[in-house]
Structure formats: C-alpha cells, structure tokens
C-alpha cells in the first residue's frame, strides 16, 4: 500500500478549495478549525459516494457498475453505495473536482490512512494495574461478562490461539487488509487490546480482561505495520454489526476526518452499537473517529490518575482510563507492556460489555450515559477538555441503574429587573435521566391577579447528549392538569438556552402556584443553571406594519360615473425572524382593493394595494370614506387612509338652482318631493 503526506501549506490550498475530507456541495468539514502538520493518504485512489435517491434521474447501484468517469473500480462497499476508484498517483485531487459537479454523486474524498494509537516505551510495571485503578474487582463481584455480548476489536486482528483469548474469541470476523475470513493479527496491537477488554477470567492463567465472559470479534482493518484505509475501516464497522457486535472498540485513528468513516460510525451507533475509539497520541486535539459525535473519545492517564501527556484532548473528550504501561496478551503467546490512548480504550469497551451483560436488552445510548454518569470525576470540577467525565469506573457502572429524576427548585419569583438574577441559591447541577424521565420545578407564592393578562419567564440551559429526541420544556395547564409542551427541542449534542414567554395561557394556579419540568423521552444529560418565573404585566406587541401613500387618495372635478386609482403601500417594519399578514378593512361599495390581504411578509419588504374608487353617477355629488389596512394578528397595528371623490357639476343643474334661488317657496316644495 503506498502512502501520499501533503504537507501543511497544501493542506491548506485543500480546505479552501473545498477538496480536503468530503467534497462536494453536499458534504462539508465537521471541524472548520483542523490544524494538521499532515494528511495521510492512499496514493492513486479516490473514495466515491454515490447518492441511493435522485429526483429526476435513476441513481447509481455499485454492484452495476466496474468503472465510472473513466476510472476503474478497485473496491465496494455495497452497504453504502460507496466505490474505491484507480486513478493515476498525483491526479486524485483533480479527478475528485471532476466527479464532484457529477449529479450522481453525494460525495467524493481521499482515502485517508489510519494507524494505531500506542506509543513505544520500555517495560516499568509488572502487575496488572488498570482492571484494579477501575474497580473491575469490585464491579466482578456482581457481573464479570456474558457470552451473548460481543465486543469488536477493529485493529490489526486478534491471536486467536492464545490461550487466554481463545475461550472466548468467536469466528465471524474478517480481514480486510488481505480481504479473507482469517482476520489473525500480524502485528500485536491488536492482540493486547483484546486481552485487556476480554481475556478469559478465572481460567487459572495469565490476565484477566476487563469483560472477561464477553465473547471477542476480530475485524483486521490494520496491516502489519498498523496503517489502513477509510475503507479497510468502514468495512471492519460495517462487518462487526453484521456480526451482532454490542461494543466496536477502535484502537486507532487519524488526523483528518473522513465521511465515509463518520457514516459507518453513524450508521452502526443508529443500529445500536456502541463506539470508542482512541483520542490520539501526540497531545493535540482529539483525532478521528474518536472525535464524531456518535464515538466515546478516550483519552489515557496513569496509575496516579493524571492525564499521560501524550493524550489528545479537546471538546469532543468524554472518557478516560488507565493508557500507560499496560500489562495485556502478546501476539505469539504470553503477555506484554504497551503504552497509548490504544490501551485506555479497550478498558472501556470492557466496561461497556460488562453494563451491556449487567443489563440485557438496554441500548448503547443508555450505556454510554451510564459511562459518563457513574466516572470518576477527575480534573476540574464537572466535565472538561482533558479528561472529560472522568475516569471509567466499573465498578459504578455495573451497579447504576435508571431511576426516575425530580428536583424541586426554591421557592423564588421574580417581578423586575429579569434577565439579572442567577441562581438565587438553587444549585447548579448535572442531571443524567434516560426515559421518560423529567426534573421537576414548582414555585410558589407568586403574587397572581387573575384578572389581568400576565407574562411568564423561565431560562433553561439544557446539554444534550444522546437521542434523537433531546429534553422538551414543559408547564402544566391549571384548568386542565395537562402538561403543554412550551418548547420542543430539536434534539441533537448542543447547548440550549430556552426563553419561555406566554400570554395566550395562563399557567399560574388559582393557589399562586407555577409548575413547569424539563422532560426527556429518551436519553438526554441537562445542566441546569437558572431557573425562574416572572411575573409582569403584557406589553403591547411592537408594531410590525407601516403604511402609507405617496398620493392621498383624493379626486375633484371627476366624470359623473368614472374610476380613479391610487396606491396603499405595506411594509413590515418587524425585527429580523418576523412575519406579516396584513388584511384590507373597507366597507365602501365604490371601492375596491387589491389585494385584499397578504401573509409572511418579510421584515423589510413592501407590497402595494392597488385601490380602485368609483365617482358617483350624479355630477357635483362627493363620496368620502376610510380604508384602513391593519396587522391580522394585532389589530392594533394599522394605518387609516382617507379617501374622497367629487364629481363636476353639471352647468344645467347649476343653471336650474340659480332659478329656483329666486322662488324659495317652490325650492322647498320640490325638496319635499324628494326633487
């Protein structure tokens, strides 16, 4: 396998020219802040995608074609419609600018290498000190592995003839590097890493592993030399949840992200599986896979619990465990010392094996939340960039189960000066619910008038961790004992901020009480940090409609019977986000508007009314009237125009009054008679 470096100033010509990880309109960086010294890459080969839907064309079937744009296929993995393309050394960036503009395909990138994680060193240790720094005696006591768990070591294979991995190595696995069913390591790493997630307990030799009854697949994703590709990867993934895995622990990484990595990742944590993957071994930020969103980032620390400096660190961090000196199985027979972020992370997939054995039919999104709840708290207080939850606790783990959360806050409320008061003495906490589970407010005493219109308040800070229904925000109506959803989360990893106002209900009880909760109906972590009730009278709404005319809609002088035109001009005057729909008010049988009304009306956009009015048959006789065009919502927001029209008078009739003015009595005889 040959292997292409960039350096770093064409790493960066490569993310600005939008060819660096997925290209193509459709993919873009997960990361816009990667800073690598190198991207590591397969020479002479490009990684396609090709879209499974299309609105006006048949999309492409991999299985049916051998060749594409002129490139002939060397590799498919089905499951995604991806190909590996042959092209020739040096002309993978410009043949990826051609297949790109392709309406076929989703994606196309390079394929990038991965390596193990250890990191070299010379034997210091001679006991078996990670198991004990977790608590797997303890958590032993209680559950030590089922052999209907399957953890997945996705590394350079496993040597199955060792004695202390073959009672519970099962066959299944795969070598993707030499594309046969004998995934035998060739290297070793991949050998201790499954001797410290599950070689056999209590055989009466050797090690104990971590899960030592879980039952050990071998996808072979790395070579000899510890290198594979995207795709030697994303094929060990796929395979293993093919193979029923629970746990796939991945001992390895790479410094640039790929998309055909993060959809086999996505795809097997939706199916149910659970990921780790080493953080990375040079001190930086976390690497890839470990940093996706659905993969456990684990990052190493000694026997003293401190970070080993070599850890990769970063946002994505979430786990670490014992990564220095690590006695575990030798490929070949008999039991070695290695060093890494490769080493931490199978003591992990242990601890996953052992809640998934502890706890049948729970899902890998509960058994990650169990992970990062029940660690041992290591660092600064609460989570952060180094060690993230903290250190994987087996013990804790194997004894936590869910239980429905409720915590009541102070009773407190407030009347002014709103978005300046904190915690007023609630404390500040971590809340790990699975589901459905809620955490629970209840303020009393709120000084209440029922007879006015009120504005309710409350502000929530919500970190949402797995699921794809994150925490709603929820009040209970009084005078039904239902409780409405305010505001519904869109789920997802992000930080909320939720601002609840409300003047079309009122959530207040008749004993002054406000009750409002933060529910999960599935796997969610929430850091609440203020929480409160306002009580203050409605403000009027801000206007949103502006009006006006540039000719007042008047007329004089006109034909007996003619029409005349103006225009009424709308505009919404509203912040950034809002809408408009306005109506036409108007009574007038000699006028006409159109339009008569409009909706979604864009801050800063304007929309004419075209008015039509009619002059009277009879000459010398005005009509006057009003339109108003107001806001539909807010009948409060308008703007009234007036409009008039005088027709001529008639040199006959005027002729005719001129005559009757001299004879008074006939001018009021003829007024009787309605002449």
């Not at 051998?66 to 190909?83: C, H, L, T, V």
């Not at 997630?197 to 039952?215: D, E, H, L, P, T």
């Not at 790990?432 to 409350?458: C, R, V």
């Not at 990893?493 to 209900?505: E, F, G, I, Q």
């Amino acid at each position: 396998m040959k292997m292409k470096i960039i350096s770093s100033g064409l790493l960066a010509v490569l993310i600005i020219l939008g060819s660096f990880g997925a290209v193509g309109t459709n993919t873009t960086l997960k990361n816009e802040n990667i800073v690598n010294d190198k991207l590591e890459y397969v020479s002479g080969e490009v990684i396609l995608c090709f879209h499974t839907q299309l609105d006006d064309l048949d999309p492409i079937n991999v299985n049916e074609i051998e060749s594409f744009e002129g490139k002939n296929i060397k590799e498919k993995i089905a499951e995604m419609n991806i190909a590996v393309v042959v092209v020739n050394e040096g002309e993978e960036l410009d043949y990826i600018d051609i297949v790109t503009n392709s309406p076929y395909v989703a994606y196309a990138e390079l394929n990038i290498i991965f390596r193990a994680t250890f990191t070299p060193n010379d034997p210091e240790w001679n006991e078996q000190w990670g198991p004990k720094k977790i608590n797997c005696e303890e958590a032993w006591d209680n559950e030590q592995g089922s052999s209907t768990v399957r953890i997945a070591i996705a590394d350079t294979g496993i040597d199955y003839n060792h004695a202390d991995l073959s009672p519970n190595y099962v066959t299944g696995g795969y070598d993707h590097i030499n594309n046969d069913n004998d995934p035998m390591d060739d290297a070793g790493h991949g050998t201790h890493c499954a001797g410290i997630a599950a070689a056999r307990i209590n055989n009466g030799i050797g090690i104990a592993g971590v899960a030592g009854k879980c039952s050990l697949i071998s996808e072979k994703v790395l070579d000899d030399d510890g290198y594979g590709t995207s795709t030697s990867v994303a094929n060990g993934i796929n395979h293993a949840v093919g193979q029923g895995a629970d746990v796939i622990s991945l001992s390895l990484s790479a410094d640039s992200p790929s998309s055909t990595i993060e959809t086999a990742c996505n795809n097997a944590y939706n199916s149910g599986v659970l990921l780790v993957a080493a953080s990375g071994n040079d001190g930086s930020s976390v690497d890839w896979p470990a940093a996706y969103n659905t993969v456990a980032a684990i990052g190493a620390t000694d026997q003293s619990d401190n970070r080993c400096s070599f850890s990769n660190y970063g946002s994505e961090m979430e786990l670490v465990a014992p990564g220095k000196d690590i006695w575990a199985t030798k490929m070949g027979g008999g039991y070695c010392y290695k060093t890494g972020t490769s080493m931490a992370t199978p003591h992990v997939a242990g601890v996953a094996g052992l809640v998934f054995s502890a706890n049948p039919g729970i899902s890998n999104i509960e058994v990650r939340q169990i992970l990062r709840n029940t660690a041992k708290d290591l660092g600064a207080s609460g989570w952060d960039q180094y060690y993230g939850y903290g250190r994987v606790d087996a013990e804790a783990a194997v004894g936590s189960s869910y239980t429905e959360v409720t915590k009541y806050a102070n009773q407190y409320y407030q009347k002014d000066d709103w978005w300046s008061w904190g915690n007023h003495g609630m404390q500040s906490d971590n809340y790990w619910f699975g589901g459905p589970d809620y955490i629970y407010y209840e303020f009393n005493n709120i000084p209440h008038n029922t007879q006015e219109d009120i504005l309710l308040g409350s502000e929530f800070k919500a970190d949402i961790i797995g699921g794809n229904q994150g925490p709603d925000l929820e009040a209970k109506n009084p005078s039904t004992g239902s409780w409405d959803v305010i505001k519904q989360s869109m789920g997802g990893p992000s930080s909320l901020v939720w601002k609840w106002y409300s003047a079309s209900k009122n959530y207040i009880s008749s004993a002054n009480k406000v009750q409002i909760r933060i529910v999960c109906s599935w796997g969610c972590h929430a850091y609440v940090d203020e929480v409160g009730v306002q009580y203050v009278p409605v403000p009027p709404p801000e206007p949103n409609l502006q009006a006006w005319v540039d000719d007042p809609l008047r007329w004089t002088g006109v034909e007996p019977g003619s029409t005349k035109t103006g225009t009424i001009f709308v505009k919404n005057i509203g912040e950034t986000g809002s809408k408009l729909d306005w109506v036409v008010s108007e009574s007038l049988d000699w006028v006409s508007c159109s339009p008569t009304s409009g909706q979604d009306l864009q801050p800063g956009t304007t929309k004419s009314i075209t008015v039509t009015v009619t002059a009277s048959s009879q000459g010398n006789d005005p009509r006057t009237g009003t339109i108003t065009v107001k806001n539909a919502e807010n009948s409060g927001d308008k703007e009234t125009f007036e409009v008039n029209i005088v027709t001529k008078k008639s040199r006959t009739r005027t002729f005719f009054f001129q005559i009757l003015e001299m004879f008074p009595l006939l001018q009021q005889l003829l007024q009787m008679r309605g002449i």
